[in-house]
């Protein structure tokens, strides 16, 4: 079975691999783990530095069956991470070569990758109930990066979680692409469109509107 590399994070940041808080994701993962036996199948670790380091937490809202499921760390081995490490590496919020599988090397430069449900859920599509299950593991993580600035969700149901976590009212943080939020607590929640293959090949997405997000936020991120 593919595992991910060496990971900064604790257990106590990341559900165990045979995690069975949501019912309908540990049966996917069983009829994954018969259908794919050679992939990663199971809840995906978070990926980059859990420190002072990270200004950026970057957040999807779960893994792609034949990406990071596969490959056991986010946005890993689908079209989704070709355009976000592409464009991460542009801004020097990542340095080496993204090869799409998790021993490529790459590293990431002030920032962190994660997910709101860390399992895969069928359709790509995870219940309130699942994204309400999953909330600890994201928040044991915000309160691990104590000079973490902003959060950037990647589509409106990862902007919804995380505002979830945080204690915010919806209503108060309409999701727009590019919206940048102040919240409460003094961090920004910034928003894009999720970088898939679906928004770009239906033009909701450009790669230029991806790179206009990042340009808007390295001036909040500095050191």
Sequence with gaps: MTEPL?????NAHEPPRDCVACPRLAEFRTSNQAAYPTYFNAPVPAFGALDASVRLLIVGLAPGLKGANQTGRPFT??????????????????????DKIANDGLALVGCRITNAV??????????????RSCAGFLRSELAALPKVQCIL??????????????????????????????????????????????????GR??????????????????P
């Design 118 to 131: 860390r399992c895969v859920p069928p359709e790509n599509k995870p219940t309130g109930d699942e994204v």
């Design 6 to 10: 060496a990971s900064s994070t604790s």
């Design 77 to 98: 081995g689908d079209y989704a991470g070709d355009l976000l490490y592409a464009t991460l590496l542009r801004f020097g919020l990542a340095r080496g070569r993204y």
């Design 205 to 222: 997405l450009t790669e230029a509107m991806f790179a206009q997000v990042f340009e808007g936020l390295l001036p909040l991120i500095r």
């Design 153 to 202: 969700a990647l589509g409106a149901l990862s902007h919804g979680a995380i505002l979830t976590v945080l204690g915010e009212k919806k209503s108060a943080y309409r999701f727009a692409h590019c919206a940048q939020h102040q919240l409460a607590n003094g961090l920004i929640l910034a928003d894009s469109y999720h970088c898939s293959r679906y928004n770009t090949n239906t």
